[in-house]
Nanobody, 115 residues
């Protein structure tokens, strides 16, 4: 059983930065990809950034140039560096690992950007 655990959320002012981490425990084999999703109150969950095991990345347009996803395969960890944060980035951020085509989700970490 793969269990991702997020950390690094919190309260930050507009223009500030945060770095989220997600480490997956359990048997890690056949990892397809990892991703960060977010869900704001009253809105649907959306994919923010994704990265394949090989390192190919993709981002939602609203975060391009501000967020960077990266991974450390040896540590079974994926990161999300968030810079120039805006109030609209406020949401619960979820980490997702796709292993052997099965999705495993973390419990989420709150990011709040104050103006």
């Amino acid at each position: 059983q793969v269990q991702p655990v997020e950390s690094g959320g919190g309260l930050v002012q507009v223009g500030g930065s945060l770095r989220l981490s997600c480490t997956a425990s359990g048997i890690i084999a056949s990892v397809n990809s990892m991703g960060w999703h977010r869900q704001a109150p009253g809105k649907q969950r959306e994919l923010v950034a994704g990265i394949t095991w090989g390192g190919t990345t993709n981002y939602v347009d609203s975060v391009k140039g501000r967020f960077t996803i990266s991974r450390d395969n040896a540590k079974n960890t994926v990161y999300l560096q968030m810079n120039s944060l805006k109030p609209e980035d406020t949401a619960v951020y979820y980490c997702m690992w796709r292993v052997a085509r099965v999705e495993y989700w973390g419990q989420g970490t709150q990011v709040t950007v104050s103006s």
